[in-house]
């Protein structure tokens, strides 16, 4: 079995990212559903942590309220902006563990990106 990242996945993020600035997400589709699902991961530890004793809030640092699974989900475009600025924030401003994006609304996000790549919708 493979474990939740337990730190943000950055180089997941930076994938995504680039994918979606140079218009490589057809083209590239593998790559950008691996990353995605990498951020699922990273939102479900976040959320749920990785066994009995729930997340690691230690760790974990959230700009907002943890989101909702419900709802609207948000924008390609607010989120890789979201990712673009968390990746060009200076690395001495970063927490280690921090999260750019509350979890649910993470994993909403990355789970729809992915299940778009699947069914040919982006």
Known sequence: MVHYP??????????????????????????TAEAAWNLVGYGLYASIGSGPEGPQTGNISMSGPPGELGGEVPSDEEMISALEAHDAMPADRKVMGALPIPPKILIKWAMNLAVRIINGMI
């Open 6 to 31: 337990i730190d943000f996945p950055g180089d997941a993020a930076r994938i995504i990212v680039t994918n979606f600035r140079n218009g490589t997400i057809v083209s590239e589709p593998a790559a």
